[in-house]
């Protein structure tokens, strides 16, 4: 089992900055590959970022050039930092964890608010 606590989510302004820290916990050993999603109220889960275990990472289209996704191994934490934040990227922020038995873990997610 893998437990993932998210942070750093809350309220700001159109054009601000955040940075959500997920700490992972648990059997980390089997992780492979860390990453982010969220979700805005009537709309799909929607993956954003990924960072594998070499150290390379993806981006959504949607996000690319804003979000910024790093870890910190020896805290066993991944952090995503968004500038440039837009009223649409209002939504719940979940950390995922996927590892090498095929299971992905969810954290319990954290608001972002954009406000015009």
């Known amino acids: 089992q893998v437990q993932l606590v998210e942070s750093g989510g809350g309220l700001v302004q159109a054009g601000g900055s955040l940075r959500l820290s997920c700490a992972a916990s648990?059997?980390?050993?089997?992780?492979?590959?860390m990453g982010w999603c969220r979700q805005a109220p009537g709309k799909q889960r929607e993956l954003l970022a990924a960072i594998f275990s070499g150290g390379s990472t993806n981006y959504a289209d949607s996000v690319k050039g804003r979000f910024t996704i790093s870890r910190d191994a020896a805290k066993n934490t991944v952090y995503l930092q968004m500038n440039s934040l837009k009223p649409e990227d209002t939504a719940v922020f979940y950390c995922?964890?996927?590892?090498?038995?095929?299971?992905?873990?969810w954290g319990q997610g954290t608001q972002v608010t954009v406000s015009s």
């Open positions: 995922i964890a996927d590892s090498g038995s095929y299971t992905r873990y």
């Open positions: 648990g059997s980390i050993f089997s992780v492979n590959a």
